[in-house]
T-cell receptor, first 115, second 112 residues
Framework: EAQVTQNPRYLITVTGKKLTVTCSQN?????MSWYRQDPGLGLRQIYY???????DKGDVPEGYKVSRKEKRNFPLILESPSPNQTSLYFC??????????????FGPGTRLTVL | QQQVKQSPQSLIVQKGGIPIINCAYE??????FPWYQQFPGKGPALLIA?????SEKKEGRFTISFNKSAKQFSLHIMDSQPGDSATYFC???????????FGGGTRVLVKP
């Protein structure tokens, strides 16, 4: 089954304790993104990657890091989480073909609470 | 500044009614306008999408209307059903759909 998986689904942590949220897709997609969802603000892109070893900032990158060492995986790293990073996080992937319009496939989400 | 503005934030209709969700955008470089549907505990899923060279698109009971000159587009859910109760997001992209700018979302409740 074609899908995007995220782990963990729920996480409660404390300020300053480094954490990683994993994301994996099995569709051989080139383009992967991380979004955060907050009430009234919709989803906002944090970071994206157009291919292995190619990453760039989205609209709200402060406090986050990413890496893309393999095509299928795109982990999100919070080196020193703060309470304002409490949010619902989604990983997404898409084919990345600029010759056509690409549907984005979203993972199930990770609800993060930083105390 | 939110580049895609969505209204209303929430909507309650009776079964069979027609919820209408409106979105407005600023960036004239946007060339792809998808709508995503999200159920509680799930990630958003593509519902329907339109390009600016088309003024209307229908897929089943879902219709997008697009007004390029006004930089506005809307989603109509015809003959709405309780199973349509979800949060709907409009979005826009200038990168072949690879990067999406989302509206704030509309929570739709369809009462039986």
């Amino acid at each position: 089954e074609a899908q995007v998986t995220q782990n963990p689904r729920y996480l409660i942590t404390v300020t300053g304790k480094k954490l990683t949220v994993t994301c994996s897709q099995n569709m051989n997609h080139e383009y992967m993104s991380w979004y955060r969802q907050d009430p009234g603000l919709g989803l906002r892109q944090i970071y994206y990657s157009m291919n292995v070893e190619v990453t760039d900032k989205g609209d709200v990158p402060e406090g986050y890091k990413v890496s893309r060492k393999e095509k299928r995986n795109f982990p999100l790293i919070l080196e020193s989480p703060s309470p304002n990073q409490t949010s619902l996080y989604f990983c997404a992937s898409t084919l990345g073909d600029r010759r056509r319009f690409n549907e984005q496939f979203f993972g199930p989400g990770t609800r993060l609470t930083v105390l | 500044q939110q580049q895609v503005k969505q209204s209303p934030q929430s909507l309650i209709v009776q079964k069979g009614g027609i919820p209408i969700i409106n979105c407005a955008y600023e960036n004239t470089a946007f060339d792809y306008f998808p709508w995503y549907q999200q159920f509680p505990g799930k990630g958003p899923a593509l519902l329907i999408a339109i390009r600016p060279d088309v003024s209307e698109k229908k897929e089943g009971r879902f219709t997008i209307s697009f007004n390029k000159s006004a930089k506005q587009f809307s989603l109509h859910i015809m003959d709405s059903q309780p199973g349509d109760s979800a949060t709907y997001f409009c979005a826009a992209s200038e990168a072949a759909g690879n990067k999406l700018t989302f509206g704030g979302g509309t929570r739709v409740l369809v009462k039986p």
